[in-house]
């Protein structure tokens, strides 16, 4: 009888549970800006999966990406390729683009539609391999990654009924068209001025998907616009090639002056846990780890010409070290995947900046005098208190002090102080 007293209310509590739980016959969004990255991946791939676990009526991934990483790129084909539920591609909003991996996500999905002032194409594999050049074995590899890519897309657009040579030419000549003429050339489905009128036009349409042809029924649907967790958001910023590099610098910077000054704790912090934050986002670049050898050398030669007198040598090795390694750092032609300039240099010269400033401030302190303690007391000026014949007393920095001189100083006559031993001074006149 309890049971049945309280199953109204239960009946209420999952009337009034959020949509977003059970998402039944909902249409998913989930919004793609900036790199595909392995975080994007991650994020995408598991909407994909929840959507498909309540039963989704519909996919649409809204997004604008100048490109990003194979791995990544393939990890989110394999999701909608595995997807039960239609997964619509949908360039947007007007000014984005589908360029390189987004031009692969768009053709490997069942739906392909892009906003009027949007672009797709220019989908040429990147220097994968970090380094390339004019040799014969970089050319050959080149085109082996040509060659695999081509045959990639032409497989996804063939499998979707899209224009295959089209998308070869968008890998093999970088080839990018207007909205308008990749429906023309048979490339996307359609061309819809927002996501409203996408959800309109896809009503009542058959689409195949791995289970067989399925029949959308889009209208009057509720709309769930899915975004990062907090977790995904930090980790996709951090995974962004410029934050990264200032992270790596500014970690770099704060060890450095942690360990040519122990005891500032606070730069020590500071480095180290951007140091920590810069390394993980590396798991999720294409890191030239030569290039991140040449920057650690690079803080290594600063910190040794603290202590070694080299007159300037070291720390120019390290600047021309940090520079060719900084350059170096990111193993891709790919500028989403690239340190912008913008940042680099101005990153770099702040960080040569503190790093030179810091060894010629310690240079100088070393060269100073002690002004502190008995050995501060060595060529300071004082007055006769006591008559010194041979000893007596003098005043030397505020305080009356034990001292004993070669010859007799008279009273009120200025000295200067010699040496110290334990509490006495040694003294000569001023004027000597």
């Known amino acids: 009888m309890k049971i049945l007293r309280w199953l109204p209310t239960f009946c209420l509590i999952l009337m009034a549970w959020p949509s977003s739980v059970f998402a039944l016959d909902d249409i998913i969004v989930i919004k793609i800006n900036g790199a595909i990255n392995p975080v994007v991946a991650e994020f995408v791939t598991d909407e994909i999966d929840q959507a498909n676990v309540s039963s989704a009526e519909l996919i649409v991934i809204q997004m604008d990406t100048p490109g990003g ?23 947007s909003p007007g000014g984005s683009r589908a360029a390189s991996a987004g031009t692969f996500i768009t053709i490997a999905s069942h739906i392909a539609v892009m906003e009027p002032g949007t672009n797709i194409g220019a989908a040429h594999p990147v220097n994968l391999m970090g380094g390339g050049g004019e040799s014969g074995q970089a050319k050959t590899m080149e085109e082996k990654v040509v060659n695999d890519a081509a045959a990639y897309i032409r497989s996804l657009a063939e499998l979707r009924g899209r224009n295959a040579q089209w998308a070869e030419l968008s ?7 207007s909205a308008e003429e990749a429906q023309r050339l048979a490339v996307i489905d359609l061309v ?20 067989g042809t399925v ?10 616009f899915k975004e990062m967790n907090r977790r995904q ?21 704060g060890l450095y002056l942690e360990l ?6 606070l730069p020590g912090v500071i480095g180290a846990i951007s140091m920590i934050l810069a390394l993980y986002a590396m798991q999720t670049l294409p890191i030239n780890y030569a290039g991140l050898m040449l920057i650690i050398l690079g803080a290594v030669l600063f910190i040794a010409e603290i202590n ?37 240099y101005p990153t770099l010269g702040m960080t040569l900046l503190v790093t030179a400033g810091t060894i010629y401030l310690a240079a100088r302190s070393s060269q100073l005098r002690t002004s502190t303690g008995l050995e501060g007391l060595v060529g300071e000026a004082g007055v006769v208190k006591e008559t010194l014949n041979p000893q007596g007393r003098v005043l030397v920095h ?14 009120g006559e200025k000295v200067v102080v010699e040496s110290v031993a334990g509490l006495t001074t040694k003294v000569r006149k001023a004027s000597e």
């Open 69 to 91: 990483l194979d791995t990544s790129m393939r990890q989110i084909i394999k999701g909608i390729e595995s997807s039960n539920i239609p997964v619509a591609s949908f360039v």
């Open 260 to 265: 040519s000054n122990p005891g500032l704790i």
């Open 398 to 411: 505020g305080e009356i002090w034990n001292a004993e001189s070669d010859v007799t100083i008279s009273e």
């Open 215 to 224: 029949v959308l029924s889009t209208v009057g649907k509720n709309i769930l």
């Open 192 to 211: 819809a001025v927002n996501l409203n009128s996408l959800v309109l036009a896809l009503d009542k349409r058959e689409v195949k998907i791995k289970k």
């Open 308 to 344: 070694v007198m080299s007159y300037g040598l070291l720390s120019v090795s390290g600047a021309i070290s940090i520079f060719l390694g900084s350059i170096m750092l990111i193993d891709s032609d790919d500028p989403a995947m690239q340190i912008s300039r913008a940042v680099l």
């Open 233 to 253: 958001r930090i980790l996709d910023i951090i995974s962004n090639p410029n934050i990264t590099y200032i992270l790596m610098m500014l970690g770099l910077v």
């Open 171 to 177: 890998v093999r000549n970088s080839v990018s068209i």
